[in-house]
């Protein structure tokens, strides 16, 4: 239900369009839009949506906010606490994150087959974007593994001195995606990474950098 719920409202979209949905006041994991809103909560996810053919688009906007921001709570707070977030969406910080900036992937990882579960974290300050991953194993022999798998992918470099071992690798989600370089790093049953945004090309960041940010998320 997570996941489902990180991808309708991210995808392939750019947390940082102004035209993504915005989220809902008084609900822990909400977000609405013209028309239209999400909820999450436990093993479920609740999509709304509102029509009304007698309202010109203005009287829409303002009318589905009212009501779906009613609906939102009223549902959300009947809906199971349990489970929680996902560990991997957990572990990423909420710090310089953009708000709904978060994409929970059930398997496979970035598209690599093999990696499993893991979650992307968008972040922007003034003057950069990158991405985050975290991959939260349940002991240190599964993340081995998905460092492993890493490693194999052609090109993939080492990076001493930093966590347990760490990874230097080039990964398009999908054969039309832009490829984009990735730091990756294992502490204990955790994985983290750091790329930079493929979806704004105008920010990028060197190798070093990457290395840097890694080292902050290992801490």
């Not at 006041?25 to 436990?42: E, N």
């Not at 593994?145 to 990874?167: F, H, I, Q, R, W």
Request: hydrophobic share 40%; aromatic share 6%.
């Amino acid at each position: 239900a997570f996941g489902l719920f990180t991808t309708r409202l991210v995808g392939d979209l750019d947390p940082a369009d102004p035209m993504m949905m915005r989220p809902i006041d008084g609900v822990v994991m909400g977000a609405m839009g013209t028309g239209k809103a999400y909820l999450w909560r436990g093993t479920y996810f609740v999509e709304l949506t509102y029509t009304n053919d007698q309202e010109t688009p203005q009287q829409l906007t303002k009318s589905s906010a009212t009501t779906l921001t009613a609906l939102s709570i009223e549902i959300s707070s009947k809906l199971p606490d349990k489970p929680d977030i996902p560990a991997s969406a957990k572990a990423l910080p909420e710090t310089e994150r953009l708000p709904l900036g978060l994409l929970y992937y059930t398997k496979d990882t970035l598209g690599v087959a093999g990696l499993g579960a893991g979650a992307a974290g968008f972040y922007r300050t003034a003057t950069s974007r990158w991405r985050a991953i975290a991959i939260v194993k349940e002991d240190a022999e599964q993340a081995k593994d998905a460092m492993k798998t890493l490693s194999k992918k052609p090109g993939a470099l080492p990076v001493s001195n930093l966590g347990d071992e760490a990874v230097q690798v080039v990964l398009a989600q999908r054969p039309e995606s832009p490829k984009v370089e990735y730091v990756f790093a294992r502490k204990g049953a955790t994985v983290f990474g750091v790329s930079d945004e493929e979806l704004d090309p105008t920010h990028k960041s060197s190798k070093d950098d990457k290395v840097s940010k890694v080292r902050a998320l290992l801490r």
